[in-house]
């Protein structure tokens, strides 16, 4: 069956350096890998998209890569802050006509001041 | 704030009860979406409509629940003969409908507690 794999460990680092967190999948070949923001009690937030075709995408201080021979996206916030904390959602979507997204158990990340 | 409003925030009911949830998505927004989310787990797709169009559901949504929405506008989640399995925090997102991969905006979600 499909499925879409994190880290389900926290991630602990320290203020200022590089977040990497990783999401992998098996068993299909997603067109589309998304990655959102959820704070505690709050719904989920997007923050990037990456197509299959795609190496990698920027966006301030985010960066995310799809690795389709890995079967693997990367996600990375450079210089990180005490206000990244939160739990990193990955998810895909399918190329159909309409955004069903499966997505990740996600990774809690704490950056420590 | 996203935009999309989901009431009650939270509800706390008891086994047997029914229980109905409302989602108010952006108000330009034709398609909306029902997830459901327990803890330490990423949100699990339920349904979702284009318009009023329920145009697919997830096999989580037993025949225990179903959801409308009558206008195309704000739609309703509801939970007949509740079960503790049920707890969990229930999400609505929307996004605009024109496109194939559009940003989904999510709302704060209502958290059910079954007893």
């Known amino acids: 069956s499909q499925k879409i794999e994190q880290n389900s460990e926290a991630l602990n680092i320290q203020e200022g350096k590089t977040a990497t967190l990783t999401c992998n999948y098996t068993n299909y070949s997603p067109a589309y890998l998304q990655w959102y923001r959820q704070d505690p009690g709050r719904g989920p937030v997007f923050l990037l998209l990456?197509?299959?075709?795609?190496k990698e995408k920027r966006k301030e201080r985010l960066k995310v890569t799809f690795d389709t021979t890995l079967k693997q996206s990367l996600f990375h916030i450079t210089a990180s802050q005490p206000a990244d904390s939160a739990t990193y959602l990955c998810a895909s979507t399918n190329s159909g006509g309409y955004q069903k997204v499966t997505f990740g158990t996600g990774t809690k990340l704490q950056v420590i001041p | 704030d996203t935009g999309v409003s989901q009431d009650p925030r939270h509800k706390i009911t008891k086994r047997g009860q029914n229980v109905t949830f409302r989602c108010d998505p952006i108000?330009?927004?034709?398609?909306l979406y029902w997830y459901r989310q327990t803890l330490g787990q990423g949100p699990e797709f339920l349904t979702y409509?284009?318009?009023?169009?329920?145009?697919?559901k997830s096999r989580l949504l037993s025949d225990r629940f179903s959801a409308e929405r009558p206008k195309g506008s704000f739609s309703t989640l509801e939970i007949q003969r509740t079960e503790q399995g049920d707890s969990a925090m229930y999400l609505c997102?929307?996004?605009?409908?024109?496109?194939?991969?559009?940003?989904?905006?999510f709302g704060p979600g209502t958290r059910l507690l079954v007893l």
């Open positions: 990456i197509r299959e075709n795609e």
């Open positions: 409509f284009q318009n009023e169009a329920q145009l697919e």
């Open positions: 997102a929307s996004s605009l409908g024109r496109g194939k991969q559009e940003t989904q905006y």
């Open positions: 108000s330009e927004h034709n398609r």
